[in-house]
């Protein structure tokens, strides 16, 4: 089915339409992906039917199964489910032993991640322990969004702190007191601009700022 094995554009298979692999799944049809998804739950299957283009009810810790519907000839899969870690790993191998080149599976402990990477999933996401700890840093009020990287870098979207509004960004100078970037500003109405010392912030904007996590937690602390 995925002739290009590097075309990005190529379809996905998505095994398990829980609550995770469905999002997933829908994401990817509105992004004009192709999607094939499995799942064993007959009335799951005929929920997303009219949803998703290609929906088959099978099992696919059954490997036969998974090369009568062509997942041979995938070159990306997601693996959403998370009720049982046993299917989990038996599909993951499935996938392996078929040659897919790039594995997404949906991990419910570390424990559980780590027995995934030993076996060949080459992308292991943690969504409960990830909407957890992103929850955690948007609860305080003044962050929007935030989005961590392995390293302890982030980037986040901000109200502007009281002392920044109606200043330009040189005259605040908010990276040599504050250790962070300001990437971005967006007014409302406006287009977004990248940030320029002579950008001036306003009560109604909104920041895109960069940088350490404890340090854009100091940033964004500030009354």
Do not use: C
């Amino acid at each position: 089915m995925a002739e290009n094995r590097t075309d990005h554009n190529a379809p996905v298979l998505v095994i398990g339409l829980g609550r995770f692999g469905s999002a997933v799944a829908e994401q990817l049809v509105k992004q004009g992906r192709e999607v094939l998804a499995i799942e064993r739950n007959a009335a799951l299957v005929q929920k997303y039917s009219s949803i998703l283009t290609h929906v088959v009810e099978a099992d696919a810790t059954d490997i036969d199964a998974l090369r009568q519907l062509g997942a041979q000839d995938f070159s990306a899969a997601v693996v959403g489910v998370g009720t049982s870690i046993e299917s989990s790993v038996l599909i993951t191998v499935n996938l392996v032993d078929l040659g897919t080149e790039h594995v997404w599976v949906k991990a419910i402990t570390p424990a559980h991640g780590k027995i995934l990477t030993r076996i060949g999933a080459n992308h292991v996401v943690y969504p409960e322990a990830d909407a957890g700890v992103r929850a955690a840093h948007l609860v305080g009020g003044r962050m929007l969004d935030f989005i961590e990287f392995d390293d302890g870098f982030a980037i986040v979207k901000m109200y502007p702190p009281k002392e920044t509004q109606g200043f330009t960004l040189g005259e605040s100078q908010v990276r040599s007191k504050y250790g962070v970037t300001i990437v971005g500003v967006k007014s409302p109405g406006e287009d977004f601009t990248y940030a320029q010392p002579d950008t001036k912030v306003s009560r109604r904007d909104v920041l895109i700022v960069s940088g350490h996590v404890d340090l854009l937690e100091r940033f964004a602390a500030r009354p």
